[in-house]
């Protein structure tokens, strides 16, 4: 039924790099060390994030794979126009996203999972085996041995044309393709902690909202305050998953229930009220506290086709962009489109070739944005910045675009594209913001002047 080929790891992009492959006809084996996810409650929401921002580029690349499976798997997306900034006093102040009405989606991380599972279970050519963990890989010259430890603690030996590595930022698959091929390979952490919160829908219907929203579901809810912030995402069922982004050295001295409520209360008062302060203690005393962190490496193959890695095993970034899903989902379509024409040992090495400079350059965004939404979202200057931006996109329409509409709603734009663009942009905004404010100054010098003279007059 064509060549075997192993995928490890069943996550999202795992699932969807598994469906791309069966439909051109390999006959795939997907790996998974936990147990089946749809066979756990996914009630318990102080393991990880539950829900996710699905945009232009990960649409685009379910649509690429299978556009019937892309609109069940994504079926119930809650759209989201923009950011809403919440002040220490309870005031919201929406700011769009998209110059023409674009949004990203907000959806939960586990159903999509479920449903991208539940597509591979159609295809006859997936075979999907779950409590099956990598321990190592022999790459040899036709077929690749793979050795697994099962839940029993049995080891189980199989052999693959190629093997993909789809394992998370701590990748197995990556570790055992650095005894074969010089790899560069680096990992930083930042210096910011997240904890998982959660806010309860509404007890009542909301007719504005359209269910029981107790805030706007259609925006990404920030608390900025600078070095540290709060966001909210919606879920279907009316609630939204929360997450606190903080150093490290401040959430170590959150460490008392008193300590926390006074935190709370001076800084996220409505957002301690929405999710109910009990709730925000609680979380903050028990919940696992996440460290965040970036993964780069290159090449992200094994010559001769043998193996290549893909998602946060290729590049792991931090979450404030909203790409991390999205990229994993264009390494598939973009290594899909060189299958499709070149055999694996061409197309994995035209993958490395092609796509690092567009890797490298999503992980520094994402890695900025987050000074953006915790701090610039505030400042007046970053304010008139975007404003101007958005001006000139509309004046002069496709000739000029924010960068967040590059990297957001444009997949046509490769990521170190948009990169480029925005930097030539940026000269020219700095330019009219630097007139601008000359003519402010200019225009209260004068002012200034003329209140002298007045002054004089009356004296």
Not at 263 to 270: E, K
Request: one cysteine or more.
């Amino acid at each position: 039924m064509g060549e075997p080929v192993a995928v490890i790891g069943a996550g999202l992009v795992g699932c969807l790099a598994s469906i791309a492959l069966a439909k051109r006809g390999y006959k795939v084996t997907l790996f998974e060390y936990r147990e089946d996810p749809r066979l756990t409650s996914t009630t318990d929401r102080n393991l990880r994030s539950i829900n996710l921002a699905i945009s232009a580029r990960g649409i685009s690349s379910l649509e690429y794979v299978d556009k019937d499976v892309c609109d069940r798997v994504l079926e119930g997306i809650i759209p989201m126009k923009g950011r809403m900034i919440h002040d220490t006093k309870g005031n919201q102040e929406a700011q769009n996203y998209g110059l023409f009405g674009e949004c990203i989606n907000s959806i939960d991380r586990a159903v999509l999972n479920s449903r991208l599972l539940n597509e591979l279970d159609a295809l006859e050519n997936v075979e999907v085996k779950f409590g099956y963990k990598l321990v190592r890989i022999n790459f040899g010259d036709i077929k690749q041995n793979c050795i697994f430890k099962t839940r029993q603690n049995a080891e189980e030996s199989f052999e693959f044309d190629f093997v993909v590595g789809s394992d998370g930022a701590y990748s197995t698959v990556r570790a055992q393709m650095q005894h074969a091929v010089r790899m560069d390979y680096s990992q930083e952490y930042i210096d910011t902690c997240y904890i998982e919160l959660y806010i309860p829908p509404a007890k009542t219907f909301n007719d504005d909202f359209r269910g029981p929203f107790s805030i706007s579901p259609n925006h990404l809810h920030i608390w900025p305050r600078h070095n540290y912030m709060l966001i909210a995402l919606a879920n279907s069922d009316g609630s939204f998953t929360s997450t606190f982004f903080g150093p490290w050295s401040l959430v170590e001295t959150l460490n008392s229930k008193s300590k926390i409520e006074q935190f709370f209360f001076a800084n996220f008062p409505d957002a301690a009220h929405l999710m109910g302060l009990d709730h925000a203690v609680q979380a903050f005393l028990n919940h696992p506290k996440g460290a965040l962190m970036c993964v780069e490496c290159k090449p992200y193959h094994v010559p001769g086709g043998k193996a290549i890695l893909i998602g946060d095993a290729a590049h792991s970034m931090v979450p404030f962009y909203g790409q991390g899903m999205n990229c994993g989902f264009e390494d598939i379509k973009v290594l899909m489109n060189l299958l499709d024409s070149q055999s694996p040992a061409e197309a994995f090495e035209s993958y490395s070739q092609q796509r690092h400079k567009d890797l490298v350059a999503i992980i520094e965004l994402a890695k900025a944005n987050y000074k953006e939404m915790s701090h610039k979202v505030t400042s007046k200057a970053f304010l008139l910045r975007k404003k101007l931006d958005s001006i000139l996109a509309r004046v002069l329409k496709g000739k000029w675009l924010p960068l967040y509409t590059m990297v957001s709603f444009r997949a046509d734009i490769p990521y170190h594209k948009a990169i480029e663009i925005e930097k030539r942009q940026m000269k020219i905004l700095n330019f009219i913001q630097a007139i601008l404010l000359a003519l402010t100054a200019a225009g209260t010098i004068r002012a200034f002047s003329r209140l002298r003279r007045l002054l004089k007059r009356s004296g």
